[in-house]
Nanobody, 124 residues
Framework: RVQLMESGGGSAQAGGSLKLSCAVS???????VGWFRQVPGNDREGVAT????????QYGDSVKGRFTISRDYAKKTLDLHMNDLKLEDTAMYYC??????????????????WGQGTQVTVSS
């Protein structure tokens, strides 16, 4: 199993920025890593995903133009830069891994390994 551990969550004001990081034990080949978020009572929502080795990225509609996903192979980290935060970005954020894939959909059910999550709270 791939091990993942998130860090960097916390509180921010609307319009502000936060950066989340995920330590990943391996990125794999023809595999996906991504960020998802969840609020109580809802399914996990796909935020951003990235494919190895192509680097192809997908963003959820609600974060396009505000969030950026990036990875560092040497440091084995997956980052999520969140700008122009909105109240509705408040959620628990998880990083996840899915192996043996040629594309990386935003569907959480396709991902096998998950971190423990980090809370992001946006206030007005």
């Amino acid at each position: 199993r791939v091990q993942l551990m998130e860090s960097g969550g916390g509180s921010a004001q609307a319009g502000g920025s936060l950066k989340l990081s995920c330590a990943v034990s391996e990125f794999g080949n023809y595999a996906c890593v991504g960020w998802f978020r969840q609020v109580p009572g809802n399914d996990r929502e796909g935020v951003a995903t990235m494919h190895s080795p192509s680097g192809a990225i997908q963003y959820g509609d609600s974060v396009k133009g505000r969030f950026t996903i990036s990875r560092d192979y040497a440091k084995k980290t997956l980052d999520l830069h969140m700008n122009d935060l909105k109240l509705e970005d408040t959620a628990m954020y998880y990083c996840a891994f899915a192996g043996t894939r040629f594309a990386c959909p935003l569907e959480f059910r396709l991902y096998n390994d998950w971190g423990q999550g980090t809370q992001v709270t946006v206030s007005s």
